[in-house]
């Protein structure tokens, strides 16, 4: 008996109506982007290690999926390697490309790659998947596609506030009610210089970054076993708990890191953020959250996060700037800032809160009943001109039992159905029934184009 197929863990199959969800998604980020004149490319699905490795973290280099290289790979693995074991030596023999663990570094690449023929600055947008070698579990998935948005080329911080009018104006579209936190990666810089541990700004971010999963204890506990002075841990406490309005953190954090012209900078940049952000009618809440990190080394300024405020699910979109990300491919001294929206988690969100319009799933507006090959013949050239005037029909393959053809129309939401008879050739006339009230009618051919060109 052969072995039932199944995908991989992490990975997901999407039936045809909920690809036109995804798609319903990604048609409404697209037109977003295209809206403030962002331009789309695409990057290959693999990468050179040597572009991925080093760019995410320790923790991120250990999720990228690794590509075995063609050929005989072990042939050239040393004995000595394959006696001792050594899996991250192996795997530097045996594999030089591997699958892209976002959208940005691959980005940064490209720019770099082809920066003679890019007009900056550079506004970019991208969709396609990523791959994670993640623990799979909800709302999280080791396949999925991100949004991207960014600009590159310029380090006004009115791009930031672009990127701002974008994210609000993709989720009023999906209908979504979401939170934007924001921070900046300088104020965490001088709040390490502050607590005096300016060398572990990376260790403190990426524990931080876990504190709304794992809780304060825990995230203390991780700084500490990662060789931060308990008198540094106390200090960080109290800075993580800050409350009020948005200018009043912003004054608090002032005050706790005055010693620290990073940090200083930081909070300026916040400010000048905020003020931008306030002269505009947004429809999202904008709250300053100090414990905000997201732990990609790459960051250097504003850190950007959207939460669903109606479904436990994590962040859904996250982003930030990047000053010196195309410096380490050779070309320094260009600053960028992007977002990115997590397509697979929003539209989990909107599975849940069932946000999706009805028409969505509807593919075809008209369908034809076949009722044998006279009927066909009749029907082919109006089913032509139909789909020449822009509407979606179809006609069934098969003189099957009309039950069997109600059914399959049915099942595919199809919202009218028309039939032709004998009586109908004679009379060049089309019964027509709109499947949603059961109403049927006689029509004409224009008629009939007329009543379905509204409803596609």
Known sequence: MSQKPSIPKGTRDFFPQLMARRNYIFDTIRSVFLLYGYQEIETPAMENLSTLMGKYGEEGDKLLFKILNSGDFAAKVPDDLLANKDSVKITNKISEKGLRYDLTVPFARFVVQNRNELVFPFKRFQIQPVWRADRPQKGRYREFFQCDVDVIGSDSLLNEVELVQITDEVFKRLNISVTLKINNRKILAGIAESIGEP?????????????????????????????????????????????????????????????????????????????????????????????????????????????????????????????????????????????????????????????????????????????????????????????????????????????????????????????????????????????????????????????AGKGK
Not at 254 to 264: P, Y
Not at 343 to 357: S, W
Not at 405 to 422: D, F, H, L, S
């Open 199 to 451: 060398e572990k700004i990376t260790e403190i971010t990426v524990a931080i970054d876990k504190l709304e999963k794992i809780g304060t204890e825990k995230v203390m506990l991780e700084l500490e076993e990662k060789g931060i002075k308990n008198e540094s841990v106390e200090k960080l406490k109290p800075i993580l708990t800050l409350k009020g309005t948005n200018t009043e953190k912003l004054e608090q954090i002032r005050n706790v890191i005055e010693q620290s012209g990073t940090g200083q900078k930081g909070v300026e940049e916040v400010q000048t953020l905020l003020s931008y952000i306030d002269k505009l009618k947004l429809s999202l809440p904008v709250e300053l959250d100090l414990t905000l990190a997201r732990g990609l080394n790459y960051y250097t300024g504003a850190i950007f996060e959207v939460k669903a405020n109606d479904v436990e699910i994590g962040s859904i979109t996250g982003g930030g700037r990047y000053d010196d990300l195309t410096g380490i491919f050779g070309l320094p001294g260009v600053s960028g800032v992007g977002i990115s929206f997590g397509a697979d988690r929003i539209f989990d969100v909107m599975e849940k809160l069932n946000l999706f319009p009805e028409d969505t799933e509807t593919s075809t507006t008209v369908y034809f009943v076949n009722f044998g090959e006279k009927e066909v013949a009749y029907l082919l050239p109006v089913v032509d001109k139909l789909r020449k005037s822009g509407i979606a029909c179809e006609l069934f393959p098969d003189a099957a039992k009309l039950k069997k053809q109600m059914t399959y129309a049915n099942r595919k939401n199809i919202p009218y159905v028309v039939m032709v008879g004998e009586n109908e050739m004679q009379a060049g006339s089309f019964t027509l029934k709109e499947m949603k009230s059961g109403d049927q009618k006689e029509v004409t051919l224009q008629e009939l184009i007329e009543i």
